[in-house]
């Protein structure tokens, strides 16, 4: 592709979206007496997000394009322009024309282009535990809009939620019998896996992790905190099968909060008070001396981007004194180290009572605070330093489950 068709693919991505709402009116022209369908897509059910910019920082209008210059437009460059636009927007381009919908989601030189391009952004993950999982809601941030992913395809079974890697979501629960079941799924591509049973029947605290580079995923599984003290399972697709490794020390009681990263999990570790640190790669545990900071009323463990591990938790004695802090370990001597202080504007409009509730996760540097019966989330960008409130987190702890997530349509059930 040479420089011009370039400088052409990157003027026609930015106005993607507007160009292919005026090229499916164009080129599918209704009768005055027919009215106008919606396509068929993720429905989009509110906008909310972060507060509306300012003026001066709106976004640009859209601009109306000829049908004529996308059907003019080579197949290459087309792809190139397709892969960037929102993944949640894709579905509905394929009713623009036959070309399109050839191309959007399954073309490998679609999929190809889709996973070279950059990603969508952060999405936050919203799943209402019931009997019979409908949908989940995906807060899209750049956006600023709502989207429901449905999730009819699933077994009607009592699920909740694992979390996200790379574009897949991890679900587990029991099946119509007392099975302890695991599965995977992609909410686009509705694609999905039933892992087989683990050699031990019985709930596990899970964690998702995907390799896009090795076309891979690992579910590692540990004892649960009220349970049983049981060897730590390892799931690996390429093998589809689920393998033994170390038990985790029995003197170590482990809570239930824990944080993957840099193909290391770590665990929080009530007696003694410090970290337990499973290598994947080797399949051991390793006890890691850090002291917690005094105080800490309740803490979370956040998964940063390569090897950055964050704590955050509320500390002091009373209502008065309590703050929310975050720290990070420093690998090198086993101490966790302040990095930020929540403000207290945003603490007191958090948690209004104490003794209240939260909940915290992370990803790529993102941490994001939910308290019971707030409306809202809380965000915090720890590269930029920066507070903000994002709408649609509407947060009953009691069914309601969040994670981070990536929309992409290029990562399979390998």
């Known amino acids: 592709m040479d420089v011009n068709m370039r400088e052409m693919a990157a003027r026609l991505t930015a106005a993607a979206s507007a160009g292919a709402r005026a090229a499916a009116a164009a080129a599918r022209p209704t009768s005055p007496s027919r009215p106008r369908t919606r396509p068929r897509g993720l429905d989009e059910e509110t906008c909310a997000a972060t507060p509306a910019p300012s003026a001066a920082a709106a976004p640009p209008a ?70 019979a999982p409908t949908h989940c809601a995906a807060l899209s941030l750049p956006l600023r809009a709502r989207y429901r992913l449905p999730l009819g395809f699933l077994p009607a079974w009592d699920l909740w939620l694992v979390g996200s890697s790379g574009g897949l979501v991890c679900f587990s629960g029991f099946d119509g019998s007392s099975v302890f079941r695991t599965l995977v799924c992609n909410p686009l591509t509705q694609a999905w896996r039933l892992l087989p049973e683990m050699h031990h029947n019985q709930q596990r605290q899970l964690v998702l992790a995907v390799d896009r580079k090795l076309r891979s995923f690992k579910v590692i599984a ?21 393998s033994l490794h170390q038990m985790m020390p029995a003197e170590n009681l482990c809570s239930s909060k824990m944080a993957f990263c840099d193909s290391r999990l770590y665990l929080e570790t009530l007696s003694p008070l410090g970290l337990m640190m499973y290598k994947v790669d080797a399949g051991k545990w390793e006890h890691i001396p850090a002291k917690f900071p005094r105080s800490l009323l309740d803490g979370y463990l956040v998964a940063g981007a390569r090897k950055r591990l964050f704590l955050v938790g509320r500390i002091g004695l009373y209502s008065t004194l309590q703050s929310m802090r975050i720290w990070e370990l420093d690998h090198g001597r086993s101490v966790w180290v302040e990095i930020s202080r929540m403000p207290p504007k945003y603490f007191r409009a958090l948690l209004r009572l104490s003794a209240e509730r939260f909940e915290c996760f992370g990803q790529d540097n993102l941490i994001c605070f939910t308290s019971w019966n707030q409306g809202r989330g809380l965000l915090y960008d720890v590269d930029k330093k920066a507070w903000s409130w994002i709408a649609g987190c509407a947060s009953q702890l009691c069914n309601t489950q969040f994670c981070f997530y990536e929309p992409r349509f290029d990562t399979s059930i390998y």
Do not use: I, N, Q
């Open 62 to 131: 859209d601009v109306p394009m000829d049908a004529d210059v996308w059907a003019a437009l080579p197949d290459d460059l087309l792809l190139e322009v397709l892969a960037r636009v929102p993944p949640f927007l894709l579905p509905r381009l394929r009713a623009v024309s036959r070309r399109w919908a050839a191309a959007v989601p399954r073309d490998p030189a679609f999929l190809a282009a889709h996973a070279a391009a950059p990603s969508h952004g952060p999405c936050v993950l919203a799943f209402a535990r019931g009997s």
């Open 222 to 242: 540990t004892s649960d905190v009220y349970g049983e003290t049981l060897p730590t399972e390892v799931y690996d697709s390429k093998a589809d099968r689920w």
